[in-house]
């Protein structure tokens, strides 16, 4: 079974979260339809705020041409149909979700197989990591919000794409790095074979997570739950 040879002399483990850790339906259709709704009332609500403010003017530098503030609105609504990836958009959604998020209107529901494995790995001396394209705000939003309560303390670090894109060898040597563990002694786990396929060429271990969501036609390992891997 790949899951069990792949965890041998492990120091660390990196997570990603979208089909990984909880199901791809949650960040679809939960997250960012509640961002879409919430979002001009959110600017109307926080008007004036100094984090908020930056973000606006970022996002018109982004546009590259003057914007009025209905427009930067549109703007940013434009970008969450488009799907964008962009830094001040991330941003706001994370400001908009942490709001969700203490309301009680959103929990991030984890694969029941997650939160007892993260323990029991804490436990045995792992230190553990995420790496998703959400930002880091909402990453410890997502942990800290949990169906298995505040997880986020079980982290010794997030990244985003801010260390590089995820299909990028270059983003995990850069992890590697700046946890201080050998690329040898780090196993990532992500649904994207191509994500797998990168940290692999940075030196890492790797295994894909399939949840059944979807075929995937790859030869990458692939393991169905965290519980297949023995640590």
Known sequence: MPG???????????????????????????LFPYARRHLAAYLDDHAGETQLEGILAETRQRAGRPL?????RDQLLQWMADDRKLAPLKSLQGLIWEAGYRSGQLLAPLYPDVAPLLREWRSRGLRLYVYSSGSVHAQ????????????SAMFDGYFDTGVGGKLDPASYAAIAERTGLAPGSLLFLSDHAGEVAAAAAAGWR??????????????AAAIRSFDELSV
């Open 140 to 151: 410890r939003l997502f942990f800290a919000h949990s169906t298995h309560g505040d997880l």
């Open 4 to 30: 069990l040879e792949a965890t041998e002399g492990l120091a660390g483990i990196v997570l990603d979260v979208e089909g990984t850790v909880c199901g791809v339906e949650f960040v679809r259709e939960i």
């Open 206 to 219: 790797a295994l894909r997570v399939d949840r059944g969501a979807a075929s995937v036609e790859t030869d």
């Open 68 to 72: 009025t503030r209905d427009q930067t």
